[in-house]
C-alpha cells in the first residue's frame, strides 16, 4: 500500500462520516417539519426537497454531500436483504398471491426507472445550462 493511498483512506473514511451525517441531519429536520406541519409526505421526500432546493439555490454544494451519497448509494443492496427475508418467512403468502407482489414490484421498479432516467436527465441539462451561464459570466468579468 503506498503512502497517498494510506493517507487518503482516513481523508474519505472522514469525509464519508461527516457528510452522512449532515445527510441524516437533514432528515431529521425534515421529520421534524414533516411532524410539525402535518404533512401527508414523508420525511425523506421533503429532505429531497430541501437539499435539491439548496443545492439550486447555492446554499449548498454539491460536493458537501458527494462522496456520503456516493458511498450509500454503493452499499444501497445491503437495504434490500430485510426484504429477501420477510419473503422467506412468507413462502405460502407468496405462492398464493405471488403475481400481485411481482406484478406491483415490476410495475413500481418500471416507475422507478423511468422517473430515475427523467431525474438524471433534467439534472444534466441543469447543470450543464448553469456551467455555460458561469462561463459566460466568467467571460464577460474578464473582458472588462
Request: some cysteine; overall charge positive; charged content about 15%.
Amino acid at each position: 500500500m503506498s503512502t497517498s493511498s494510506r493517507s487518503s483512506k482516513p481523508i474519505y473514511i472522514a469525509q464519508v462520516v461527516l457528510q452522512l451525517s449532515l445527510l441524516i441531519l437533514i432528515w431529521w429536520l425534515s421529520s421534524l417539519i414533516q411532524q410539525a406541519l402535518d404533512l401527508p409526505v414523508s420525511a425523506g421526500v421533503i429532505g429531497l426537497l430541501l437539499v435539491f432546493m439548496a443545492l439550486l439555490s447555492g446554499l449548498f454544494k454539491l460536493q458537501w454531500i458527494k462522496t456520503g451519497s456516493d458511498f450509500i448509494l454503493g452499499e444501497l443492496v445491503l437495504l434490500f436483504i430485510p426484504c429477501v427475508v420477510g419473503i422467506i418467512k412468507y413462502k405460502d403468502l407468496l405462492l398464493t398471491q405471488g403475481w400481485q407482489l411481482i406484478l406491483s414490484v415490476v410495475i413500481g421498479t418500471f416507475c422507478v426507472m423511468l422517473a430515475t432516467a427523467y431525474s438524471v436527465y433534467f439534472g444534466f441539462k441543469l447543470e450543464d445550462r448553469l456551467k455555460h451561464k458561469s462561463q459566460s459570466r466568467h467571460l464577460l468579468e474578464q473582458g472588462k
